[in-house]
């Protein structure tokens, strides 16, 4: 009783929000916690009784306005809930495959979020403007534009190349627009606004997942936190209550054995097949990037020595892409391969080495194609290298796209076929999730880096996206299966947030700056067209806000803390002090858990000793009280 | 303000969406679900408070629960008698803790006590044993039930009892994000 009267002083005291979020975290039941809550409501209107005499109608009022208030607030978060997307079908999914699909779906919905930001902000601000100052586009549409994205499509709105470089203006004295400035502005604050999102999803996510990595593969653990309450579906209980068995039945075999030791000459073997593989895989990918390379070279002469409007040069213009992604598709059959063949002893490293390998073979080509558009297109004496730039990623994306749909057929309505009518024992197929999760990574690092050359593709990138989400579900609900294998969501969706990040956003950042700062923009299209680089366009702004003595500040602000390099050396030097400092509390904190797992295992045994004396107590007693 | 509904009074909702995770259009959902099962049983009329209570036997015909393996511990570490018998309350207090928007120590309050099945407050061999045979389906042999229960209580008792309290599992579920 005691404690109840504590608790409820302690609730009094809260604010509103807090006292609601601590009444629905207590765990007891309903009527304990409404008994409680109505306690403490009455003891709040009883103090605010006593403090009466000083307002009496405005506290009342302000009582009044916040209950409104409050409800208010919760109608409206019911609705917004109505904007959640997808929520029904992700629930079902959860439900009848577990969590482990379920992450690529939310992996999915959350990019597309993405690039719906994206699309709005670039649609909004640079698009719409353009409208205003456009030029007519004289050139006549073919079917085939919506595959090559060259043709009509090369003087509209869609590429770097349409955009004007001079102010707009409505009337003569109105506002002015200056496109310049807006469309480095937007490109740069969305790319911010990327970065801290990512930064603080990796965050977070990092936080929840890896807190204590060791003592992880408990068996333990395995057995009582594994089981996935969210699934429904009998069929995928049964299915997860035999994996469980088999696991457990696996994890016994091991322990009742042995640990073998190799020998020496077995460890040797085992070594040399996994350096093998190592060069085998790097080795695929060097040659895919050479090959994607001379292609893209090849490609570039076809496009400077003919005219353009050919159709079967445009139709040519599409062999880099398709064998981009049939490189992307068929390579990591192959990786697969070679991890079956080096037989880990821990299933969790073949699947990260699996990973490792796809994500190195995606960024390089990627980073090539990077390198030939920065270095050669942008030397090359083309009308306009950025729009250039621009459909090679329009098609990549594309492509990619209808090689996403096809691998989607073959991949599992094809194999689910054979596997159920022809070849019986292959039984259907399983959802791969990590192949998944890197398409989907490597789709969205195109779009990221074509975000400058194309404002619109994130627009584009969204509808694919929108249809990938739903052919992947129909096709996984009709032919595939749930997993077989334990699929640690959380960690592999921390793991995929950072690879996210690391490789691919960073590797964006490095392009787009390069772009920014050291290239020469075309000299006869898009908004930059005549200057030294594309940042020189924010430099003569600052020049001409030099004459200004409002802005006085922002030229100050610029001169001191962009211009310098001191600024950053100093910014550097205090970032680095405090990781410095965090590391050594994260040590300590290390250090002090085991010293307090000690003294728990030592309470116990005391505890054990205590209760051993005190059931010898009675006897010894009945021996000193009976003479 | 907004719909109006004459199942509950204003207070009673005010107090079931303090109480849940629920907002207030969950909680009338939940409540035709919950008249769903039994329409004859459950009457229109909430405002009165009446003391009905479903038998276990519907509750656990429930879609989202007629395959969970452990339904009938969850019917009964949720129900007011014990049994598995629900009165609304119970229900919603049920679906409240299962539902997503639930912390991570409220469900691991709750999964601890669902797999304490004979409600000692602690997680014995016994406990463990018919956790695992749930799990698994009996498809394990009942050494291979043993050895795997001595392996978790070896991992997991941090006080050397023998058993597992409330302390030993929550630290557990804390080192294992994928729990949910």
């Known amino acids: 009783f005691f404690e109840e009267a504590k608790l409820i002083g302690s609730l009094v005291s809260m604010s509103t929000r807090e006292r609601i979020k601590a009444i629905q975290k207590m765990p007891e039941t309903m009527k304990k916690k409404r008994e409680i809550r109505n306690k403490v409501l009455k003891e709040i209107t009883e103090k605010s009784r006593r403090h009466r005499n000083q307002c009496d109608c405005c506290a009342q009022c302000l009582q009044r306005v916040a209950v409104s208030y409050r409800r208010f607030r919760n109608t409206l978060s019911e609705y917004f809930h109505l904007l959640q997307l997808w929520q029904k079908t992700l629930k079902v999914i959860g439900g009848e495959f577990g969590t482990g699909v379920l992450s690529y779906f939310i992996f999915l919905k959350w990019l597309l979020t993405f690039n719906i930001f994206s699309f709005l902000i670039n649609f909004s601000f640079i698009t719409i403007p353009q409208f205003v100052a456009a030029t007519p586009n004289n050139l006549s549409f073919m079917g085939l534009e919506l595959l090559t994205g060259a043709g009509y499509f090369q003087e509209t709105v869609l590429y770097y190349g349409f955009y004007t470089n001079a102010t707009i203006r409505k009337t003569e004295k109105g506002a002015s627009y ?131 409007n050919d159709l079967e040069n445009q139709a040519a213009m599409l062999v880099l892409p398709i064998v981009a992604s049939l490189l992307n598709a068929f390579i990591p059959f192959f990786y697969s391969w070679l991890g079956l063949l080096e037989k880990f002893q821990n299933p969790r490293h073949q699947i990260y080495v699996t990973i490792t390998r796809n994500i190195i073979l995606k960024i390089s080509i990627v980073g090539i194609l990077c390198y030939y558009w920065l270095n050669i297109v942008s030397a090359s004496e083309s009308h306009c290298w950025e729009t250039l730039v621009g459909q090679d990623i329009y098609r990549l994306v594309l492509v990619d796209f209808i090689f996403c749909l096809l691998g989607c057929l073959f991949g599992e309505f094809v194999r689910r076929i054979i596997g159920t009518t022809v070849c019986v024992n292959l039984g259907m197929p399983e959802f791969d999730i990590a192949r998944n999760v890197l398409d989907l990574i490597y789709a969205q690092t195109l779009t990221w880096i074509g975000i400058f050359f194309s404002p ?172 | 303000m907004g719909n109006k509904q004459t199942i509950f009074t204003p207070e009673q909702l005010d107090a ?156 557990m579920i804390i080192r294992a994000p994928d729990f949910l």
């Open chain 1, 178 to 308: 200056n496109m310049q400035l807006a469309y480095i502005f937007t490109v740069g604050i969305y790319f911010v606004i990327c970065l801290l999102s990512l930064v603080f999803s990796m965050a977070k996510s990092f936080r929840r997942n890896f807190i204590n990595p060791q003592m992880y593969s408990g068996q333990a653990s395995k057995l009582l936190c594994t089981w996935d309450f969210n699934i429904t579906n009998e069929k995928a209980v049964k299915l997860k209550q035999k994996n469980l068995s088999t696991q457990i039945k696996e994890a016994l075999f091991e322990v009742n054995r042995e640990v073998l030791n190799f020998s020496l000459k077995e460890r040797f073997v085992h070594i040399v097949i996994h350096l093998a593989a190592w060069v085998a895989s790097l080795g695929t990918a060097v040659a895919a990037c050479a090959g994607v390379y001379f292609l893209s070279i090849h490609n570039l002469e076809l496009f400077m020595n003919e005219h353009k």
């Open chain 2, 16 to 171: 079931y969406q303090d109480c849940t995770f629920f907002t207030r259009k969950e909680i009338l959902r939940l409540f035709y679900r919950y008249r769903d099962l039994a329409p004859q049983l459950v009457p229109l009329d909430y405002t009165d408070k009446p003391d009905v209570t479903l038998p276990y036997e519907l509750i656990g015909s429930m879609p989202e629960l007629k395959d969970n393996p452990f339904r009938q511990r969850i019917a009964e570490v949720f129900s007011e008698d014990g049994e598995g018998n629900m009165t609304l309350d119970d229900f919603l207090d049920m679906f409240s803790v299962m539902s997503e928007m639930a912390p991570r120590d409220l469900k691991a309050y709750y999964a601890f006590k669902i797999y304490d099945f004979n409600n000692d407050d602690y997680i014995c061999k016994s406990d463990l044993e018919k956790t695992v045979n749930k799990l698994t389906r009996n498809e394990l042999t009942p050494e291979e039930v043993t050895l795997a229960c001595n392996k978790v209580i070896d991992e997991a008792d941090l006080d050397n009892d023998g058993k597992l309290s409330l302390e030993d599992f929550q630290h």
């Open chain 1, 456 to 627: 619109l593709l994130p627009g584009i990138q969204m509808i694919t996206f929108s249809i990938v989400f739903y052919v992947k579900k129909v096709s996984l609900m009709m032919n595939c299966q749930p997993p077989r294998k334990v699929w640690r969501a959380a960690q592999m969706t921390t793991l995929f947030i950072f690879l996210l990040f690391f490789p691919s956003f960073v590797g964006v950042l490095s392009v787009i700056g390069v772009t920014v700062w050291r290239l020469k923009p075309s000299k006869e299209c898009g908004p930059f067209r005549g200057l030294s680089s594309m940042y020189a366009a924010i430099s003569a702004w600052v020049e001409i806000l030099k004459n200004y003595s409002g802005s006085k500040w922002v030229v100050w602000i610029y001169q001191n803390f962009f211009e310098s390099a001191l600024f950053f050396f100093i910014l550097s030097t205090i970032l680095l002090i405090i990781t410095y400092l965090y590391w050594q509390i994260i040590e300590g904190r290390k250090t002090m858990v085991k010293l307090l797992r000690e003294q728990i295992m030592n309470v116990g045994k005391d505890k054990m000793f205590l209760l051993e004396k005190l059931r010898g107590l009675p006897t010894a007693r009945q021996n000193l009280s009976v003479p």
